[in-house]
Each structure stands twice: as structure tokens, then as C-alpha cells.
């Protein structure tokens, strides 16, 4: 039987939970009761993905792991904080304050804010506290310092190279 191999273009389906079991992203509908996903785009009932391994299209600890998988195999995949959103970076925490944004912005706690860098760099934001004076931003990817958890199954290799 065929197994998956670097440049082969595959189709899986997945969940990626964190420690607590919390259900971030799944190809499968089933897996998805909508309190069980962490935010509204968890990618729940997208159906699988397609992806060539070792182009990075996917988290490469998740495409090196589909290695030597057969279509119809399942496995568990550990991805470290280091190799997937990074570790938590109390530096990405920034009070500004309140009269650096525009008027017509009412600033709430947990909004996204999309912000722009000295060099004109665009990046999200989210609040996490404010008061009359300062607004405090948290601009860590919402899965930073999260060590993620993929249940993986090959359904079928759509593509191989020789």
C-alpha cells in the first residue's frame, strides 16, 4: 500500500485541541458542536484539506508527521509552542493612550484592533484591560505559548511524486 512522502499532495482531515481539550480548528462537522471551538473561525465544517507536504502550507510538524502515513491511518501529532504561534511574549503587551486613537473608536475589552507598526507593518491586537486614560493591548497570536494537539487521518494521497 502507498504511503505518503515528501511532495506527495494529500487530502486529511484533522482536530487541533489545546491542553484543556478546547477544540481550536477541525475539518470535521461532527467534532464541532459550536461551544466546543474556541472563536466562530475554527475552521469547523470546512471538510478536508488538501495539502503537498513539505510546501508548508500546514503546520510542518503536522506535514512531516503524515509521513510514511497509508490513507484510511490515524495519528497523533504534538506541536510545541516554538513551532507553531510562539511562546507568550509579556514585550507584545502595550498601554497606550486613550487620545492615540481615533474619536470615533470606543475601545471594548476583548476587540481586535488592527494596528501598524513604525516600519507600516499592519498586526491585531486584542484589549485586555482599559480605563478613562490607557487602553492595554495584547498583540501575542491568541495560541501563543499553546502546545497543540492534532488528531490526524490521511484520507487519501491525491497526488505522489516518483
Do not use: W
Not at 484539506?49 to 491511518?73: K, L, N, S, W, Y
Amino acid at each position: 500500500m502507498a504511503t505518503a512522502k515528501t511532495g506527495d499532495r494529500v487530502r486529511i482531515n484533522f482536530t487541533g485541541t489545546l491542553e484543556d481539550g478546547t477544540i481550536f480548528d477541525t475539518t470535521y462537522a461532527d467534532n464541532c458542536s459550536g461551544d466546543d471551538c474556541i472563536d466562530d473561525d475554527c475552521g469547523c465544517e470546512t471538510g478536508p484539506m488538501e495539502i503537498t507536504i513539505g510546501e508548508e502550507e500546514f503546520f510542518i510538524f503536522v506535514e512531516q508527521g503524515v509521513i510514511g502515513m497509508a490513507p484510511g491511518e490515524k495519528k497523533t501529532i504534538i506541536v510545541p509552542p516554538e513551532e507553531a504561534f510562539g511562546e507568550y511574549d509579556e514585550e507584545n503587551i502595550l498601554t497606550l493612550e486613550r487620545d492615540q486613537f481615533p474619536d470615533d473608536l470606543v475601545p471594548a475589552v476583548d476587540m481586535d484592533l488592527e494596528l501598524n507598526d513604525e516600519d507600516g507593518d499592519s498586526f491585531v491586537a486584542t484589549v485586555i484591560e482599559l480605563d478613562d486614560k490607557t487602553v492595554t493591548l495584547d498583540a501575542n497570536h491568541p495560541l501563543a505559548g499553546e502546545t497543540l494537539t492534532f488528531e490526524v487521518e490521511l484520507i487519501d494521497i491525491i497526488n505522489t511524486v516518483h
